[in-house]
């Protein structure tokens, strides 16, 4: 059973930090890209980064670049998504999405930023 499973949003004052995990099971991991998306309330889901094979590239959406970075761990197969100076509008359901060997999405983990 393919699985993709997305941890450690939570309540976060603007400008703080957190990191999420989307831990995959059910598929090999490693020779697949990664994305984060978000979707606010009343919003179309918004993407938000990429990581391809192996972490050797990356990409962000404007609204989030220099602030967000995306890494994985094949080893451990997961993605992370390592949030810096975060923003009131960053305030989101956060999912995971495979790109192979199935377009596989995680349930979210909601991120709420407000003081």
């Known amino acids: 059973q393919v699985q993709l499973v997305e941890s450690g949003g939570g309540l976060v004052q603007p400008g703080g930090s957190l990191r999420l995990s989307c831990v995959a099971s059910?598929?090999?991991?490693?020779?697949?890209?990664m994305k984060w998306y978000r979707q606010c309330p009343g919003k179309e889901r918004e993407w938000v980064a990429t990581?391809?094979?192996?972490?050797?590239?990356?990409d962000y959406a404007d609204s989030v670049k220099g602030r967000f970075t995306i890494s994985r761990d094949n080893d451990w197969s997961t993605v992370y998504l390592k949030m810096n100076n975060l923003k009131p509008e960053d305030t989101a359901v956060y999912f995971c999405?495979?790109?192979?060997?199935?377009?596989?999405w995680g349930q979210g983990t909601q991120v709420t930023v407000s003081s």
């Open positions: 059910g598929f090999t991991f490693s020779p697949y890209g």
């Open positions: 999405h495979s790109l192979g060997p199935d377009n596989y």
């Open positions: 990581i391809l094979n192996f972490g050797d590239a990356t």
